[in-house]
T-cell receptor, first 112, second 114 residues
Framework: DAKTTQPPSMDCAEGRAANLPCNHS???????VYWYRQIHSQGPQYIIH???NNETNEMASLIITEDRKSSTLILPHATLRDTAVYYC?????????????FGTGTRLKVLA | EPEVTQTPSHQVTQMGQEVILRCVPI?????FYWYRQILGQKVEFLVS????????KSEIFDDQFSVERPDGSNFTLKIRSTKLEDSAMYFC????????????FGPGTRLLVL
């Protein structure tokens, strides 16, 4: 089972910041938080990841709480093309490999 | 920017037939993965592959499935005798030589078994 919980859906006005929350209360100390998105049935697209520090790249910012039990993905100026399902994934390290266990994600709809 | 490619984009087959789905991972990557997504459901891990052998496989990856890296660039998923329930999107992913690094996904192959 996925180690994360996310709200099933959110709306955001175009041009506004989209803040997508994720709970991962059972995360272990060496497990990373990854964010991907999936537009229609395309392949999941990597957005950002982090361990304990906040991270920012050209797509988004990732805010991880100090206790690491939750995080928030921020899309600073959402556009219609950001409409997608967003997945928060705790990367599991078992048997030396790093499979992803996807949850059901948050369906973000950006409204014009 | 390098990307993972997959062929074909769509495949229709009859139940019981063999299918081979092909992937070309990013060129300097050494870890390879297959995932699938049945319509309307979650993305599910199938198998991971490193150094020419399976590292880990899920319960879904039974004896009907196999993976191979036949040359230096391709990574294939074979389903020996397809079932109706194998209809899904199949995604290939790869990550680089540093174990545990970010996985990059291909666009997927939509498989329909009739």
């Amino acid at each position: 089972d996925a180690k994360t919980t996310q709200p099933p859906s959110m709306d955001c006005a175009e041009g506004r910041a989209a803040n997508l929350p994720c709970n991962h209360s059972t995360i272990s100390g060496n497990e990373y938080v990854y964010w991907y998105r999936q537009i229609h049935s395309q392949g999941p697209q990597y957005i950002i990841h982090g361990l304990k520090n906040n991270e920012t790249n050209e797509m988004a910012s990732l805010i991880i709480t100090e206790d690491r039990k939750s995080s928030t993905l921020i899309l600073p100026h959402a556009t219609l093309r950001d409409t997608a399902v967003y997945y928060c994934i705790v990367r599991v390290a078992d048997s030396g490999t790093y499979k992803y266990i996807f949850g059901t994600g948050t369906r973000l709809k950006v409204l014009a | 920017e390098p990307e993972v490619t997959q062929t074909p984009s769509h495949q229709v087959t009859q139940m019981g037939q063999e299918v081979i789905l092909r992937c070309v991972p990013i060129s300097n990557h050494l870890y390879f993965y297959w995932y699938r997504q049945i319509l309307g459901q979650k993305v599910e891990f199938l198998v991971s592959f490193y150094n020419n052998e399976i590292s880990e496989k899920s319960e879904i990856f039974d004896d009907q499935f196999s993976v191979e890296r036949p040359d230096g660039s391709n990574f294939t998923l074979k389903i020996r005798s397809t079932k109706l329930e194998d209809s899904a999107m199949y995604f290939c992913a790869s990550s680089d030589w540093r174990q545990g690094e970010t996985q990059y996904f291909g666009p997927g192959t939509r498989l329909l078994v009739l």
